[in-house]
């Protein structure tokens, strides 16, 4: 299959296009989509191919223009509803989790939501306590949902694609810092990555790593270090967390032994404490060390760059983690 280099913006982009070409029925919606281009010019030039009834620039009203999409996809539209940052969702949480996650259940299955819910979240740099919040784990506790991470362009146009066609409300996470990011993305319109698969990134025999989102890239950094000193790390990226893909975590564990968890997102009820449940219960007479797991720190994150670096997972602290596991601390 061809490729070519892409950002993920663009990436991102041409997910949309073609499945809005293939399907009249999708349309996006959101602050600043259409006659700005987007906020990070994700829907560059899509209002003048697709016209301003499928390109709809909306209110600041999250809660107004989630529930309109919730009552769109119940008579056979199928929304994208961009949130400028998953920080803002929170005005319209109560349209996401009491009707678009129960909607199927409620009707007796008389009503598919297929709705896709998109934008940052994560840190972006220096932005204060309230724009720096990671949802994904909120999210993915609520059934009726599904939720992707995005982590490369590649992925982010085969997962939204996977999304946009589901029958079900998709959360798919990204990340302001990762917009510019390039990398290879097959040209074919029928490139998708399947939702609930994990991705090998780099197999490993020594220790099973876990992360997802922009976060692997640190974990990467910290993997060719670990790989300079002898530890063979294998690392997957979970891409979907709910539903997650434990096979292919429980598989890499009884080969490896052991298991580390980087995630960017507070330590309380993340998704290291249902990863290590698992791990534990199916896999505990493979382990050779107890699960470890970096996060950020339990705090707000605060405005100043050095609160920044210091809060956020690092490559030293992945690698210590890693030797921790290995006992070489």
Not at 4 to 28: H, P
Not at 96 to 124: C, D, E, L
Not at 208 to 226: N, P, W
Request: hydrophobic share 40%.
């Amino acid at each position: 299959m061809a490729e070519r280099e892409l950002q993920l913006r663009e990436a991102l982009r041409e997910a949309m296009t073609e499945e809005m070409r293939r399907d009249d029925r999708v349309f996006l919606l959101g602050e600043e989509v259409a006659e700005y281009n987007g906020a990070y010019k994700v829907s560059q030039g899509m209002l003048d191919e697709f016209g301003p009834k499928r390109i709809l620039d909306t209110p600041i009203s999250e809660m107004g223009f989630a529930g309109l999409s919730v009552g769109a996809a119940m008579v056979g539209l199928r929304p994208i509803v961009e949130f400028m940052t998953f920080n803002f969702s929170l005005v319209a949480i109560d349209q996401i989790i009491n009707n678009a996650a129960k909607m199927y259940q409620m009707s007796g299955g008389q009503y598919n939501i297929p709705i896709v819910f998109r934008g940052p979240s994560q840190s972006a740099g220096q932005l204060g306590a309230t724009h720096s919040q990671s949802f994904e784990n909120w999210y993915a506790n609520c059934p009726g949902l599904k939720v992707v991470s995005i982590s490369t362009p590649r992925n982010g146009k085969g997962l939204l694609k996977a999304a946009i066609r589901d029958n079900d409300p998709v959360l798919v996470m990204e990340s302001e810092q990762m917009y510019g990011n390039k990398g290879l993305v097959p040209e074919s319109d029928e490139f998708i990555i399947p939702i609930g698969q994990a991705e090998i990134v780099r197999p490993g025999s020594d220790v099973t790593m876990l992360t997802f989102g922009k976060i692997l890239h640190t974990c990467i950094e910290a993997c060719d270090e670990l790989a300079k000193n002898g530890v063979d790390v294998e690392l997957i990226d979970l891409l979907s967390l709910r539903p997650i893909d434990y096979d292919t975590i429980i598989e890499s564990v009884k080969r490896t032994n052991r298991c580390v968890v980087v995630e960017e997102s507070w330590p309380l009820a993340g998704f290291a404490g249902e990863l290590t449940y698992m791990i534990q219960k199916r896999a505990f007479d493979y382990l050779d060390a107890p699960v470890t797991r970096v996060t950020t720190l339990d705090t707000p994150l605060a405005y100043s760059s050095v609160f920044v670096k210091t809060w956020l997972p690092d490559a030293k602290k992945v690698i210590d983690a890693v030797n921790a596991v290995m006992y070489r601390n």
